[in-house]
């Protein structure tokens, strides 16, 4: 498998994942700015892997732009 083919496999995985976190606690009163969150944990699961824990999503970040959440480490 190429590079490129293993990159966008991993973006899939990450995705559904977050989705399947989003369904879990969509609901709760503390699940907001789904957007910023979903930045934070797409660049946990891209960039920070196991050498950052815990993964901190913090709904109270403002939605930034993904590059810029990644400058950032994952939490701008």
Known sequence: MRR????????????HSYKLL?????????????????NQYLCHVQFAGSMKSPWNLEPSRKKYSYSYTVKKKCNP
């Open 22 to 38: 989003e369904n879990k606690h969509k609901k709760d009163k503390y699940w907001k700015n789904n957007e910023s969150m979903a």
């Open 4 to 15: 490129s083919e293993r990159k966008n496999v991993s973006n899939i995985l990450a995705s």
